[in-house]
């Protein structure tokens, strides 16, 4: 997983969105939800669904 988010397409974006999200639903089920690794895929996963939100705004 790379914690730098480039520009992907929509597709892409998507998809990535999906196995950083299952991510971290197991690593929280397996690690304190405040461990350095989750708190990581969390910030990720924030900024994918950033990006995804200002993809959408854009496509209007």
Not at 29 to 35: A, F, I, N, V, Y
Not at 47 to 57: A, D, E, H, R, V
Request: aromatic content about 4%; overall charge neutral; charged content about 25%.
């Amino acid at each position: 997983m790379c914690m730098a988010v480039h520009t992907l397409s929509r597709k892409e974006l998507l998809h990535e969105i999906e196995v950083v999200r299952t991510k971290m639903h197991f690593l929280s089920e397996k690690m304190m939800r405040t461990s350095d690794e989750v708190v990581k895929t969390s910030a990720y996963l924030d900024q994918l669904l950033n990006q995804y939100q200002s993809l959408q705004i854009h496509e209007r």
